[in-house]
């Protein structure tokens, strides 16, 4: 009889503890979705904002990039309306590229889809931009021949065309690797959603 007792105190003493161990896991689970939560949140705001920058420099100062070139070198003939032209061009794809880009991923509503749904619209995104990539790539390569040639007076100052070839070289390098860094931004969105779904 008293082990009987001695075994109900015990079962009830086991009871109670696994309540508070289930209390503690609970709450660690509340914090750790919080946590992820804000993550998330805070990526896809960088990712948002980063597109809406993108759209910002290739509507306005592409444009103002290419007017004041124009206007300071009006006298260079076709060579200078050609490089404005391109400038133009340029700006204008990129800031259609970029707000199709940032229309078909939808950052700030990726979260409220099923992980299915979230997955296959990074997919679509990763495609246009590698689309877009390869599209602006042929008239991105004669703005910067054409850059280095009017940064040396299409003369063969050695000087110059390294100085510049080199700002440009690491122009694009850092472009492409902030790029990669978005699109690591994006795959821990999905991380994080389908984290949140478990």
Request: charge should be positive; hydrophobic fraction near 55%.
């Amino acid at each position: 009889m008293n082990q009987q007792i001695v075994d109900m105190a015990d079962f009830q003493e086991l009871k109670s503890q696994f309540g508070l161990l289930n209390k503690k896991l609970e709450h660690q689970r509340i914090v750790t979705d919080e946590l992820l939560q804000n993550s998330m949140k805070a990526n896809m705001n960088s990712v948002d904002r980063w597109y809406k920058q993108r759209m910002l420099l290739s509507g306005v100062a592409a444009p103002v990039v290419a007017v004041v070139f124009l206007a300071r070198n009006y006298d260079m003939g076709v060579a200078s309306w050609g490089f404005g032209l391109l400038v133009l061009l340029v700006g204008l794809l990129e800031l259609i590229f970029a707000l199709t880009e940032y229309r078909a991923l939808d950052i700030v509503h990726l979260s409220t889809k099923s992980m299915t749904e979230a997955a296959e619209q990074v997919c679509r995104h990763r495609k246009l931009v590698a689309r877009h990539q390869f599209i602006l790539a042929v008239p991105l390569v004669i703005v910067v021949v054409w850059t280095v040639l009017y940064a040396s007076h299409f003369t063969l100052n050695v000087p110059i065309i390294a100085l510049t070839s080199a700002l440009i070289a690491v122009s694009l390098i850092w472009g492409v690797m902030l790029l990669k860094y978005r699109f690591r931004q994006i795959d821990e969105v999905l991380h994080q959603i389908e984290q949140l779904r478990q």
